[in-house]
Nanobody, 125 residues
Framework: QAQVQESGGGSVQTGGSLRLSCVGS????????MGWFRQAPGKEREGVAS???????TYAYFVKGRFTISRDNAKNTLDLQMDDLTPEDTAIYYC???????????????????WGPGTQVTVSS
């Protein structure tokens, strides 16, 4: 069945960078948008960035200007470039496809079909 798998997490200091990648069911025929979410301990899952099938992007205000969501057609991945990281970015990061046959972009968890197992990002001060 359809699934996704994240990679690229790790531990960095404030100001560092990481690039996350998601493989598996990336923009299949019925996928209108995909996204990256994160969840810190004791916190709700929150939307980070969303990419529409035709290139439109939406970012959470707290990452705008620092993170970039993109797709790599050659590698068939959904990527999240994270620059200028801060301790508040520490969380498990998940990628997900939007529910089938829906367009646009969204940062709402209810608009997504399922999640990968996540990859841990830890930013120290």
């Amino acid at each position: 069945q359809a699934q996704v798998q994240e990679s690229g997490g790790g531990s960095v200091q404030t100001g560092g960078s990481l690039r996350l990648s998601c493989v598996g069911s990336i923009f299949t025929a019925d996928t209108g948008f995909m996204g990256w979410f994160r969840q810190a301990p004791g916190k709700e899952r929150e939307g980070v960035a969303s990419l529409g099938r035709y290139g439109h992007t939406t970012y959470a205000y707290f990452v705008k200007g620092r993170f970039t969501i993109s797709r790599d057609n050659a590698k068939n991945t959904l990527d999240l470039q994270m620059d200028d990281l801060t301790p508040e970015d520490t969380a498990i990061y998940y990628c997900a496809p939007g529910k089938p046959r829906r367009g646009g972009t969204s940062l709402a968890a209810t608009e997504y079909a399922y999640w990968g197992p996540g990859t841990q990002v830890t930013v120290s001060s």
